[in-house]
């Protein structure tokens, strides 16, 4: 049983955990497939969270909030998926999958996960296979949870996917480097001009590192501190977070180093596919 440690966490109302940062699938538009190829040098190391820092994270996370068993890599392939789940009873647990895995896992998700998010992308080779899946699986768990949605990403066509009566979420492709160069949308800005994800999230990468968000982020650059070395409420209380905060704050965001260059707003935005092939 995790130890709980009191904590100052106000307005953190998100944390992606990375139980792993491996794939079993070779997605097109992939940043760090591009990376691993284009530029060796800052490829990520792959591998699996100790089980001990899953733990650790679980004790320290503020009941109530949304917990997100995913960053980058595919999180049904971590090998202690239902422990790691079991240890965020008190919280909101989600995961976006590419759902290679649902069957195989469906014992560890049915009923006892919150949400699942299911990514389907435009021009993927495996599409026909991966919608048997989710036929497959959604018959299985029938009523029960998780509520599931479909993430359709570039221009996907929906119609087919409209038998499965689930949530259909909507969503523009950017560059495979990071949150920038949105294909045929621009994001959605809040009306308060700071974004919304540095407000409320962090990450935290399968070696403790914990980021202000889910950006693509090969260089680092958004790290506020690690586990390991300080509490969750230090690192969201750190120094430089707090910095950081005051540059969005002021509309400064252009001297925050992964902020500089990113698009995203923390409002994440769809595109009316069913619209656009009618115009």
């Known amino acids: 049983m995790a130890k709980i440690i009191q904590n100052n966490t106000a307005g953190l109302t998100n944390v992606n955990v990375e139980l792993t940062n491996r794939c079993n699938k070779n997605c097109w538009m992939c940043g760090r497939r591009k990376i691993d190829k284009e530029y060796p040098e800052i490829a990520l190391k792959y591998g699996d969270m100790d089980l001990e820092l899953v733990e650790r994270i679980a004790g320290q996370v503020p009941a109530g909030i949304m917990i997100q068993l995913h960053n980058n890599g595919e999180p049904l392939l971590y090998p202690y998926f239902g422990k790691a789940l079991s240890l965020f009873k008190n919280n909101i647990t989600n995961i976006v999958t ?73 969503r523009v492709l950017h560059s495979p480097l990071g949150s920038f160069n949105y294909e045929k949308l621009n994001p959605t800005i809040p009306e308060i001009g700071i974004c919304l994800d540095f407000l409320n999230h962090l990450a935290i990468d399968r070696t403790g590192d914990v980021s ?59 595109l009316d596919f069913a619209n656009k092939k009618n115009k």
């Open 98 to 170: 590419n759902g290679k895995l649902l069957l195989q896992k469906a014992d560890e998700i049915i009923d006892k996960l919150d949400t699942l998010s299911i990514s389907v992308f435009e021009g993927d080779e495996e599409a026909e296979e991966q919608y048997g899946i989710i036929e497959k699986f959604l018959k299985i768990k029938g009523s029960k949870k998780p509520f599931t949605s479909l993430r359709l990403i570039g221009e996907v066509d929906g119609e087919k996917y409209k038998k499965f009566n689930t949530l259909i979420i909507r």
């Open 212 to 270: 202000i968000c889910v950006r693509l982020d090969p260089k680092k650059l958004g790290v506020i501190g690690n586990i390991y070395n300080n509490t969750l409420s230090e690192i969201w209380n750190s120094e430089k977070r707090l910095e950081w905060k005051k540059y969005h704050i002021s509309g400064q965001r252009s001297k925050v180093p992964l902020c500089s260059f990113c698009h995203f707003w923390g409002v994440p935005t769809g």
